[in-house]
Nanobody
Framework: QVQLVESGGGLVQPGGSLRLSCVASGSIFSPNVMGWYRQAPGKQRELVAE???????NYEGSVKGRFTISRDNAKSTVYLQMNSLKPEDTAAYYC????????????WGQGTQVTVAP
């Protein structure tokens, strides 16, 4: 019902920056929470950052101070500005859209690969 398309991934050197974008379309509802998750090979998918429709944010501990999540409701887009990237940040990054309550459907994008290496 909600479609999400990510872009902006790629190969970057340690210490570099990338900006991910996710455009939502379809039956967009509000209130909502949009976020970014990541999954590396052999690891569970983990929350990187979330932002509500009114701007409240939540970050995973290791990215605090380096990553910034933001959104533009007029463009139905959420962004993830990633600075001071580390090899440990290498993963497939997925956009997420959900209601701000539990036990409700959650929507996922196709993912965009971020690789941090020399």
């Amino acid at each position: 019902q909600v479609q999400l398309v990510e872009s902006g991934g790629g190969l970057v050197q340690p210490g570099g920056s990338l900006r991910l974008s996710c455009v939502a379309s379809g039956s967009i509802f509000s209130p909502n929470v949009m976020g970014w998750y990541r999954q590396a090979p052999g690891k569970q998918r983990e929350l990187v950052a979330e932002i509500t429709n009114i701007g409240d944010t939540n970050y995973e501990g290791s990215v605090k101070g380096r990553f910034t999540i933001s959104r533009d409701n007029a463009k139905s887009t959420v962004y993830l500005q990633m600075n001071s990237l580390k090899p440990e940040d290498t993963a497939a990054y997925y956009c997420n859209f959900r209601a701000p309550i539990t036990h409700r459907p959650t929507y996922w994008g196709q993912g965009t690969q971020v690789t941090v290496a020399p």
